[in-house]
């Protein structure tokens, strides 16, 4: 089985401040792990993932996320956050595991707001 | 490189009318395509997935029925709609097997039933 939560509904950080969205998650393997952002009124966009090798993975538009094996979190981050960061921010999972889903769980989504 | 189109982007339906969504893949073969349903611009919910021609497997039972009649289509349709199935539908695809990992998205198709 696998699950992933975000457990903030929002984020809010002021422009040029650093910023981090929250992702825990549960496999019985080993996961791919992905985050995507959504603008409004628009599709969801790939971000980056996580499937082996450095635990820091680095993304579009300055996006990163750090794999943590023993707290099963993949929070993203980024150094200094623009308005223009503000949208919807999903993480999910996948089990890779024998009989594991090839379909990833997503989260219910974390709104970011960036300050001015 | 691979692109997802998806349409149409807005749509108007009354209660009781047919819908018929449409989704085409370029770029790739035998893609996995997916349609999802978002409600109140959060949580995602998978409707269907495919992954081949014909082959098609339902995660909710309801009103929505999908097809898949050529390898890069994907339809998502109703007989007779319902105010219930207000929402925003996305589209989706991934590599083929079960090896293809990221899942990437459409546009959106937002429909309200009135």
């Known amino acids: 089985a696998q699950s992933v939560a975000q457990p903030e509904d929002q984020v809010n950080v002021a422009e040029g401040n650093p910023l981090t969205v929250k992702c825990t998650y549960s496999?019985?393997?080993?996961?791919?792990l992905f985050w995507y952002v959504q603008y409004p009124n628009r599709g969801l966009q790939f971000l980056l993932k996580y499937i082996t090798g450095d635990n820091l993975v680095k993304g579009s538009y300055g996006f990163e996320a750090e794999f943590n094996k023993s707290q099963t979190s993949f929070h993203l981050k980024k150094p200094s956050a623009l308005v223009s960061d503000s949208a919807l921010y999903f993480c999910?999972?996948?089990?890779?595991?024998?009989?594991?889903?090839?379909?990833?769980?997503f989260g219910r989504g974390t709104s970011l707001i960036v300050h001015p | 490189s691979q692109t997802i189109h998806q349409w149409p982007a807005t749509l108007v339906q009354p209660v009781g009318s047919p819908l018929s969504l449409e989704c085409t893949v370029e770029g790739t073969s035998n893609p996995n395509l997916y349609w999802y349903r978002q409600a109140a611009g959060r949580g995602l919910q998978l409707l269907f997935y495919s992954v081949g021609i014909g082959q098609i497997s339902s995660e909710v039972p309801q009103n929505l029925s999908a097809s898949r009649p050529q390898d890069r289509q994907f339809i998502l349709s109703s007989k007779k709609l319902l105010l219930s199935d207000s929402g925003f539908y996305l589209c989706?695809?991934?590599?083929?097997?079960?090896?293809?990992?990221?899942?990437?998205f459409g546009e959106g198709s937002w429909l309200t039933v009135v």
């Open positions: 989706a695809w991934s590599g083929a097997g079960i090896s293809g990992n990221t899942i990437y």
């Open positions: 496999v019985s393997g080993n996961p791919y």
């Open positions: 999910a999972v996948r089990d890779i595991s024998s009989g594991g889903s090839y379909i990833p769980t």
